[in-house]
């Protein structure tokens, strides 16, 4: 799923290992994530806008968007 | 929740290379108890069983891993499982019918089990996203 994942971390200077941290993710996830090769649960997609403070639209695009 | 993932890994690795030490030893000590003549009857069928439940004590390991681990590492971890189980069992189906059919070299059944863990460890670089 497309994301602004690494982009939002590097506008906050965290590294992956930190925004893992925070999300209560290991760093490979994060990773995973950030190069669109693990699609996050909906739970995690709430935890990820969370950290950053967005709406979860904010971080991923909707791929079912008309 | 993923909680940490440095002692969830840690113990995933102990405790893989004890059930893989427990399933040889115990598969040598079967085999040199026979060769011996300390091992029948009922005695071979019980130590018999040893090997059996090192593979049952892995299967636990991994499962506690996956229960410790991130839904990222869990889902990757049950995509290896599931393709290294699927070519274990497809490769050793094969070699059996040509064992039956071909004269191939008989392959004891213990086998199964370190193929697939080599299976699983070869497979590691390659499946690295849980789609």
């Known amino acids: 799923m497309k994301n602004r994942l690494r982009v939002l971390r590097a506008e906050r200077g965290w590294t992956q290992e930190e925004l893992g941290k925070r999300l209560g993710v290991s760093r490979q996830a994060v990773n995973a994530l950030e190069t669109e090769k693990h699609d996050p649960s909906l739970d995690l997609a709430y935890r990820i806008a969370a950290a950053f403070e967005l709406k979860v639209e904010e971080v991923f695009e909707n791929p079912h968007a008309a | ?131």
């Open chain 2, 1 to 131: 929740m993923w909680k940490s993932d440095a002692p969830a890994s840690q113990n995933y690795l102990v405790g893989t290379f004890a059930c893989l030490g427990l399933y040889m030893a115990a598969l040598f000590g079967v085999r040199a108890g026979v060769q011996a003549g300390a091992l029948s009857g009922p005695m071979l069928y019980a130590a018999a069983a040893a090997p059996g439940l090192a593979v049952a004590a892995q299967l636990l390991v991994t499962l506690r891993f996956m229960a410790a681990s991130d839904e990222f590492v869990r889902a990757v971890t049950a995509k290896r499982f599931i393709v290294a189980a699927t070519l274990t069992f497809a490769g050793f189906t094969v070699w059996g019918f040509l064992e039956d059919f071909a004269g191939l070299q008989h392959v004891p059944g213990w086998y199964v089990y370190p193929a697939f863990w080599v299976l699983m460890g070869v497979l590691n670089p390659f499946i690295r996203s849980s789609h």
